[in-house]
């Protein structure tokens, strides 16, 4: 139960510096403690993949997985990074069993403008690697935090369906 | 030495101890929230501690008379507890609506009450499950009654040094019947308009020890004593609106971006009647 927080950014001295995992690397990002872990991904370590939405909790598209778990990147603040392992969607189109997955998301139709596509790829792996062959509605439960303008839910939905898009 | 300070210490003692010492040190939890307001104001936070990894604030065990639920437990966590399934269903049913999968996984039940927003939804359940808290100061612990812990709009009983560690809940109340609904714009992913949470033992005609609470119809989550009053005793048929209709006369809500004060006190008395009419009839 107890989170692998190690307890170094301490208090007083030194500028503050938080050391955690992105996609299996080691990084060491100083900064205030209060930067958005959404914007160190992209402006830091240059992992642009990860999309900035709305900006407030509300929308998804900034989805990473943290400790393998999918969180919203624009509410974690870089001092509580320090000791965990983040995964972006850069990281996921490196797994190989996420390949077919992903493949079946593009011929289904899951991608219209593309703006949420990254957030939904994200919860959409942790949901499969949770329950390999989840219902529909527990699909949409796990999906319910991502918005997509364009309506698409239905492309989305049917790349979770096997063999081709349906 | 950096004008910014930040830590995440590993036991009560330690935090406590920064808490003492730095002045203005803001707690921050899953940041579901603070990290918006920090945002809004445009203003960052200078000194922050993490709570999420202080030992003594994790876990939902049983412990005495009690179920204990660490304040930096996550709503996953609870929303998937067996002994929170088990004993306080409404609890993970309150848990499981709140933001969506992604706040689940941040958001705490410490950071829901201390954040002390009118619109947290596991607080009514709070109310309505009896809940205590167990709050930790640098020479003592002591444990106050939920009940008393929002004095007034997002102003809660904490005193400056004191942190949460944990909300008990007797498993007494795991007998009684237990209902809870959230109106929002959707199903998921908004912020309620009107939450209510109710419980109550089942006597042969009718209810004992009931218990009404909602949220977001006044400036703190409130228990309404008048339409508990109207459910304790023996049921009749006029009872289940009766209930309703003192619920809606009992609070005095506002109008806001998400709703009015008119739909909050007509929806308020709608659901707590359909509430009351399904724990009688068992489906509650």
């Not at chain 1, 190989?96 to 493949?103: D, G, Q, S, V």
């Not at chain 2, 609890?91 to 958001?107: K, T």
């Not at chain 2, 209510?196 to 989550?221: I, L, N, T």
Request: net charge neutral; proline share 5%; hydrophobic share 40%.
């Amino acid at each position: 139960m107890t989170r692998n927080v190690r307890h170094t950014l301490p208090f007083g001295g030194g500028r503050p510096r938080a050391e955690f995992e992105v996609n299996g690397k080691e990084v060491s990002v100083e900064g205030h403690p209060m930067e958005r872990l959404l914007d160190v991904l992209r402006e830091r370590l240059q992992l642009t993949g990860t999309k900035e939405g709305c900006g407030e909790g509300e929308c998804g598209a900034c989805t990473v997985l943290m400790d393998g778990e999918p969180v919203l990147s624009c509410l974690v603040p870089l001092f509580q990074c320090e000791g965990h392992s983040v995964v972006t969607v850069e990281g996921i189109a490196e797994i190989p069993a996420a390949r077919a997955f992903l493949e079946r998301f593009v011929e289904a139709g899951g991608v219209q403008c593309g703006a949420c596509t990254p957030g939904i790829i994200v919860a959409a792996w942790a949901l499969l690697k949770q329950n390999p062959a989840p219902s529909r509605a527990e699909i949409i439960e796990a999906l319910s935090g991502n918005l997509c303008r364009c309506t698409g839910y239905e492309g989305i939905l049917r790349s979770f369906l096997p063999g081709k898009g349906a | 030495m950096s004008p910014y300070r930040a830590g995440n210490p590993r036991t009560l003692d330690e935090a406590l101890t920064f808490l003492g010492e730095i002045p203005d040190l803001v707690v921050a939890a899953g940041c579901t929230d603070l990290m918006v307001s920090d945002l809004e104001s445009r203003v960052r936070q200078t000194h922050v501690m993490s709570v999420l990894g202080i030992e003594e604030l994790q876990g939902i065990v049983r412990e005495g008379d009690d179920l204990r639920i660490g304040a930096a437990a996550t709503f996953a966590q609870i929303g998937r507890s067996d002994e929170v399934l088990k004993s306080f269903p409404i609890l993970a049913r309150a848990a499981r609506v709140i933001g969506g999968w992604q706040i689940q996984n941040r958001a705490t039940i410490g950071g829901n009450i201390v954040n002390a927003s009118p619109a947290g939804d596991s607080l009514p359940v709070l109310l309505a499950l009896d809940a205590k808290l167990e709050i930790a100061g640098p020479k003592s612990t002591r444990m106050i009654p939920y009940e008393s812990m929002h004095v007034d709009y997002r102003k809660t009983a904490l005193a400056a040094g004191e942190i949460l560690a944990a909300v008990r809940i007797p498993l007494a109340a795991e007998t009684r019947v237990q209902s809870f609904r959230k109106v929002g714009p959707r199903a998921a992913q908004a912020i309620s308009k009107v939450v209510v949470a109710m419980s109550a033992s089942r006597a042969r005609d009718g209810f004992r020890e009931v218990r009404v609470a909602a949220g977001s119809v006044a400036a703190v989550p409130v228990r309404l004593k008048s339409a508990e009053d109207a459910l304790e005793g023996k049921w009749s048929k006029g009872t289940a609106a009766k209930a309703g209709q003192a619920a809606a006369g009992e609070v005095t809500p506002i109008d806001d971006v998400r709703s009015t004060a008119h739909y909050r006190s007509w929806v308020l008395r709608q659901i707590v009647e359909r509430m009351a009419l399904e724990m009688r009839e068992g489906s509650g």
